[in-house]
């Protein structure tokens, strides 16, 4: 009797299985924006790089690269016209004698016109980086100790880039110099060596500068993406919007931000590491 119990619960628990159907409309679509002009320090000249996507819904396999877009970027009366990379999917051109002045960008796409207006910021060379003897709590990280000096006018912020990894991606750190101003100053950043130094053998340490609302801005996409840790499913604090308006229609503002930053980097080879420190 206990027997026929027991198969017969079974086969009622087998049987209340219920399809759970997910609603996947998708309509707050958005236009994104990663635009940037870069230059190196040295350097008089540099580069303008914009990449447009669009948002897709969370189960969605498409690619959203936007390609239809007319892009340019206006300074001191010049326009410069951003030609579309069909290899690398961006828009790109380069910019002669960039100097500290408005640098206008501007995206015509169907019906909307977006618009941003920045300055370059300045940034500071890079003194010297090398492999550090501190250990992690994690043995598989090793130690880079960066030397910069900080320039003495207040209310620096940098954007520190450090790679690539084998997966062909990088670590970024925002910073600020709010108790290091205008001294020189080294400070520790661990990198795991399983991820660097395996499809290439230096590693490029890059400084950017950048303004304090772009650092608030990394800062907030931070802490957002660190609130969503392990919940794929949730949805975000807030939509952040950049410094990218549309003028056409200011409530279909678009995500992304825009910059135009002075770089300097310092190349490390893996020959520099002391010996076996990648055994």
């Known amino acids: ?19 759970i159907e997910l609603e996947t409309d998708f309509e707050d679509k958005r236009l994104v924006i990663d635009a940037s002009i870069s230059k190196h320090k040295d350097s008089i ?28 970027i206006k300074a001191n009366e010049k326009n410069f016209n951003l030609n579309f990379d069909n290899v690398k999917s961006y828009y790109w051109s380069k910019i002669n004698n960039i100097e500290n002045e408005d640098y206008i960008l501007s995206i015509k796409r169907d019906d909307n016109i977006y618009i941003s207006t920045e300055k370059l910021i300045q940034t500071p060379k890079i003194s010297s980086v090398k492999f550090g003897k501190r250990k992690s709590l994690n043995e598989d990280e090793v130690e880079l100790l960066v030397t910069f000096n900080d320039p003495p006018e207040t209310g620096n912020y940098y954007l520190w880039k450090f790679g690539p990894k084998k997966n062909g991606k990088f670590d970024y750190l925002p910073a600020l110099d709010k108790y290091i101003n205008g001294n020189e100053f080294t400070f520790s950043f661990f990198i795991d060596k399983t991820e660097y130094l395996k499809d290439v053998d230096y590693i490029n340490i890059e400084i950017n500068g950048i303004s304090e609302d772009y650092y608030n801005y990394l800062n907030i ?28 229609n200011p409530e279909n503002f678009p995500l992304g931000y825009y910059i135009v930053s002075e770089f300097d980097y310092f190349r490390l080879s893996k020959e520099d590491a002391p010996v076996d420190f990648f055994d």
């Open 1 to 19: 009797m206990k027997k026929l119990i027991l198969i017969t619960l079974i086969a009622f628990t087998s049987s209340c299985e219920k399809v």
């Open 45 to 72: 000249n540099g580069i303008a790089v914009v990449k447009l996507s669009e948002t897709l819904p969370y189960f969605s396999d498409k690619t959203s690269n936007v390609e239809n877009a007319l892009v340019s």
């Open 221 to 248: 996409l931070t802490s957002q993406a660190g609130a969503q840790s392990g919940r794929p499913f949730s949805t975000a604090n807030a939509i952040i919007k950049g410094n990218i308006i549309n003028q056409s």
